[in-house]
């Protein structure tokens, strides 16, 4: 079945312009994640969507950093007038349920690897 | 707050030969614990994780982990390690609403 994905998987963009990553997640399932990982680090938490619901941005970097899911499925985040510590790779991920646990499993996505220049 | 550490950046094994990667976590209660494996331009694969009940947790792949509540400590072992393992893994403790927070992860290599 098909996975989580990500487009694009690579984009490079100039300092100041704006991008788009966009996510798919499995069909069906209601929880999204956002997470950006800087090279050498783990993950670290962006935004939360429950459905269409944000639930959680409280990992935005800031105001630049701006996440959509209008229709409960896919997903996109938006990074406006990019800088260069921005380059990372920006991974989705999906759950089934609602998070309402902790525990709940994380299928993730490639990732869209951001480089700016 | 909420932490995790993983303390070999960088660990290096023989085929054939037993893996521990270990994790450290620093949490305010009974945290959920995931192991993670990550190849390269690949999304991160769970391995296994923690909720309750019986510390020694078995995975995919031929990993388990133990958590050992007195140490804080969620060690990843494997008793005997293929080239294929050669990837980073991330250790992770979960939050409130499903948010993880990561350690920064162990490279493995594996020599022929």
């Known amino acids: 079945g098909a996975g989580v994905s990500q487009s694009p998987r690579y984009k490079v963009a100039k300092r100041g312009q704006d991008v788009a990553l966009r996510c798919d997640p499995i069909s069906g399932h209601v929880s999204l994640f956002w997470y950006q990982q800087a090279l050498g680090q783990g993950p670290e938490f962006l935004t939360y969507?429950?459905?269409?619901?944000?639930?959680?941005k409280s990992g935005l970097p800031s105001d630049r950093f701006f996440a959509e899911r209008p229709e409960g499925s896919v997903s996109t985040l938006k990074i406006q007038r990019t800088q260069q510590e921005d380059s990372a790779v920006y991974l989705c991920?999906?759950?089934?349920?609602?998070?309402?646990?902790?525990?709940?499993?994380?299928?993730f996505g490639p990732g869209t690897r951001l480089l700016v220049l | 707050a909420q932490s995790v550490t993983q303390p070999d950046i960088h660990i290096t094994v023989s085929e054939g030969a037993s893996l521990e990667l270990r994790c450290n976590y620093s949490?305010?209660?009974?945290?959920?614990l995931f192991w993670y494996v990550q190849s390269p331009g690949q999304g991160l694969q769970l391995l296994l994780k923690?909720?309750?009940?019986?510390?020694l947790v078995q995975g995919i792949k031929g990993f388990e982990a133990e958590f050992k509540r007195s140490q804080s400590s969620f060690n990843l072992r494997k008793p005997s390690v293929h080239w294929s393992d050669a990837a980073e893994y991330f250790c992770?403790?979960?939050?409130?609403?499903?948010?993880?927070?990561f350690g920064d992860g162990t490279t493995l290599t594996v020599k022929p």
């Open positions: 992770a403790v979960g939050l409130n609403a499903g948010k993880s927070t």
């Open positions: 923690y909720f309750s009940g019986d510390t």
């Open positions: 991920a999906s759950s089934l349920k609602a998070s309402g646990g902790a525990g709940e499993t994380q299928y």
């Open positions: 949490y305010g209660a009974t945290p959920y």
């Open positions: 969507f429950q459905n269409e619901a944000q639930l959680d």
